[in-house]
C-alpha cells in the first residue's frame, strides 16, 4: 500500500463552498492534505485538476503520495468564528492510509474543540478513525459532529477490483457500529455506488446504524455535463468486468429506486445527491425536526 507523504505549509485551511456541498448546506470545506493515498479507481478528485487545488504531480500520480498541510491545526484555530458549517473533505479523505503516519487529524480535532464551528463532518472510509475516538467524543460535546462513513458495496470481491488499498467491507461497517455505539453520529453513506446487491446492502446499512441513509451513484458525464466525473481507470476496470451498466443513467436510476423501497420499508429516510448529504449539515434542532417529518 502507498504510504508515501510529504509536509508543506498552507496559506489558508478554510474554503468557502461552492457547487454541490454549498446545495447540501455547508458554508466551508476543509482539506488537510493534496492528494489521496487510497487512490480509488474512480476518485473524481484527479478529474478536476487545478479547479481541485491540485498541483499536475497530483492528477498525473493520484493515490502515489500526499502532501500534509502542516500548520492545518493553527489555522484551522485562528479561522473559525463559531457560525461555520465544514465538511472534511470533498478532495481527499482525512483518514487516508497515510495519515497513519503523518497524524494530522488528532491536532486538527484538538483545535475544533477548542475554537468549535457550528457543525463539523467528516467523510471518510478509513477504520483509523477509531484511533482518535476520545477527541471526537470530545468535540461532540462541543459542537455538531457528524461521521459520514463511505460504503460502496455488499461484495467484498468487488471492492477489491474498484478500491484495493481501502479496509474490507466487513471492517467498514464494524467501524460505523463503533462510532455510533460510542455516541458519534454516523452515517452510512453509500457512494459510490459499486455493483452490489441494493436490498442486501441497505439491510445491513439500517442494521448498522440509526440515521437516514446517504447514497449517490457513480458519477457519469451524461448526466453531470461539467465538472468533476467518475476516473477513466474504474470505467475500464467495469467494462473488463462487464459492469458498464452501472455507469448507465437508467440502470443507475433503477438501483437507486430499489434501495429507496429497500429503506422506507425499514422506517428510514433515503436520498441521493446534495439532498442526501444535507443531513450531514444540518444544526442539531432542524435535523431534529426534519427527521421527526421524515422518520429518519
Known sequence: MPTAFHFAKARSILSVTRGFIAQAGFTH???????????????????????????????????????????AAPLLFNAIRGSEVIYCSP???????????????????DALAQNPPSVFAIQTRGPLILRDMRRLQNLAKRTTLRVS????????????????????IEERFDTVRQLRLAGIETFATLAPLLPCDPELLIQTAVAATETGIIAD????????????????????????????????????????????????????????????????????????????????
Open 149 to 168: 462513513f463511505s460504503i460502496t458495496t455488499n461484495r467484498d470481491h468487488i471492492r477489491r477490483k474498484y478500491e484495493p488499498h481501502c479496509a474490507t
Open 91 to 109: 478532495l481527499v479523505d482525512p483518514y487516508q492510509p497515510a495519515e497513519k503516519e503523518g497524524c494530522l487529524m488528532p491536532g486538527i480535532l
Open 29 to 71: 470545506s476543509l482539506t488537510p492534505a493534496r492528494n489521496c493515498t487510497y487512490g480509488c479507481s474512480y476518485c473524481y478528485v484527479p478529474t478536476l485538476g487545478f479547479y481541485g487545488g491540485l498541483k499536475p504531480a497530483d492528477w498525473q500520480h493520484w493515490g502515489e503520495f500526499t502532501t500534509f498541510k502542516s500548520n
Open 217 to 296: 451513484p457513480l458519477h457519469i458525464r451524461d448526466a453531470k455535463k461539467h465538472g468533476a466525473t467518475t476516473r477513466a481507470t474504474a470505467l475500464r476496470i467495469s467494462e473488463r468486468h462487464g459492469f458498464l451498466e452501472w455507469h448507465d443513467a437508467k440502470f443507475q436510476a433503477g438501483i437507486v429506486e430499489r434501495m429507496r423501497i429497500a429503506a422506507e420499508d425499514a422506517g428510514r429516510y433515503f436520498a441521493i445527491g446534495a439532498k442526501a448529504f444535507s443531513l450531514l449539515s444540518q444544526r442539531k434542532e432542524t435535523q431534529e425536526t426534519t427527521c421527526n417529518l421524515r422518520n429518519c
